[in-house]
């Protein structure tokens, strides 16, 4: 069985990563390429985390770079045809909501290609998000789901997928993260600043509708400020949210911008912080299974269970909210939370047990 594995993202490499680590210790044969379509290049987001995460170097790097929506949807659709013309595989799988996963499932599909969506079913309802329209996009037409929980599956069933083609198998993020926690270390920042455990605040932010104008970043900010009192807050700055940041003048000492960190650091500062606070979705289910009170600073959430199961809360961005937020963390009167069923590490590994059980995948579609 011949599997291109799709990413071009932070997030995609890190979901990936447990996926490799399966296939690899399957010793069942199942031959993969590794297509990076370089929407992230940054070395901090890109390389830095191949390294972190012992991935292999990719087979091939569609280099597409920055540009709009649908500039880069183009351009990886033309990339990665091509590679497709000279080698169809059984199955391309991608992962998460990213214009990378979109476009390459697109391509795919439309050259005969089955088509497996790894954290298939997530809807935030927000379609002011590109994330969303990707997520509904691939959902429509993939042949194979696998979910992170049963109200995802629940949602692919409601869309009319049938019970063969779903899979609830859990959160490959969170294997990544199980695998890896021995090994986090601290970042410079620790050391120079002299934080302590849970002393700190966690921040991060990069979502279009919270950078992109700068009167909403610079609201989150100050608001976050004005009501942390002496208490650092960390700020590994996304590169999309740093072009924004110089143009905001915010004169804090206990706000500290630093580069975005490496997996290995920033999963540090996450473990021992006091909370985090954030618009990303990985980093709710981070939080979740580290236990550790997690701010989501966004109206909605596409990863309900880290609510209702885990320690995250919906805080939005109004000053109000995240007044009240941060007196219930400093009050010592946020929720405890548990652990989402199957976030457990062992996703990759049920992931590839039912690709090698399903046998559509073995027939013949491999064109040398
Ligand atoms: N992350 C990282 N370094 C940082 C900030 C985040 O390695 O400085 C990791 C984090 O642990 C999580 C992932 O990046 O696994 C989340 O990526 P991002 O927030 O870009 O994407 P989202 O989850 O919002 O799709």
């Not at 500039?71 to 080698?87: A, C, F, N, V, W």
């Not at 169809?88 to 497996?116: F, Y």
């Not at 652990?339 to 073995?362: C, S, Y």
């Amino acid at each position: 069985m011949q599997i291109d594995i799709i990413a071009g993202t932070r997030p995609n490499f890190i979901k990936i990563a447990a996926i490799i680590y399966a296939i690899e210790s399957s010793k069942t044969g199942i031959k993969y390429r590794l297509i990076h379509t370089g929407q992230h290049y940054d070395e901090k987001l890109s390389l830095g985390i191949f390294r972190d995460l012992n991935l292999p170097a990719p087979d091939r790097n569609l280099n597409i770079g920055s540009g709009s929506q649908a500039e880069q949807t183009g351009g990886i659709m033309l990339g990665y045809e091509e590679i497709l013309k000279e080698k169809k595989p059984n199955i391309c799988l991608v992962v998460g909501d990213v214009t990378t996963s979109m476009a390459c499932a697109i391509t795919a599909k439309k050259m005969g290609i089955k088509v497996v969506h790894v954290e298939a079913g997530l809807r935030s309802k927000d379609w002011s998000m590109p994330e969303e329209i990707n997520r509904i996009i691939i959902d429509s037409i993939a042949d194979y789901f696998f979910t992170t929980t049963i109200e995802a599956s629940q949602e692919l069933y409601r869309n009319g997928k049938s019970k063969d083609q779903v899979f609830f198998v859990g959160n490959t993020m969170i294997d990544t993260l199980l695998r890896f926690k021995p090994k986090f270390q601290a970042p410079e920042i620790w050391n120079k600043l002299d934080l302590q455990k849970k002393n700190y605040l966690l921040l991060t932010l990069h979502r279009p509708s919270n950078v992109d104008k700068i009167q909403n970043l610079k609201r989150i900010l100050s608001s976050i400020m004005e009501n942390s009192g002496e208490v650092p807050v960390i700020f590994p700055v996304h590169p999309r949210t740093a072009s924004i940041l110089e143009k905001i003048s915010l004169p804090s000492k206990n706000l500290f911008f630093i580069k975005p960190l490496s997996y290995l650091e920033f999963n540090f500062l996450l473990q021992n912080s006091m909370a985090v606070l954030t618009d990303s979705g990985g980093v709710t289910e981070e939080a979740t299974v580290l236990q550790i009170p997690c701010m989501t600073l966004r109206e909605n959430t596409e990863r309900p269970e880290t609510v209702q199961i885990g320690t995250n809360e919906i805080i939005g961005t109004n000053k109000e909210n995240i007044e009240k937020a941060l007196f219930k963390l400093f009050a010592n009167k946020w929720k405890k939370g548990a652990i989402p069923e199957l976030w457990d590490g062992k996703t990759g590994k049920r992931i590839i047990e039912v690709l090698i059980e399903e046998k559509a995948f073995h027939t013949g579609q491999i064109i040398d």
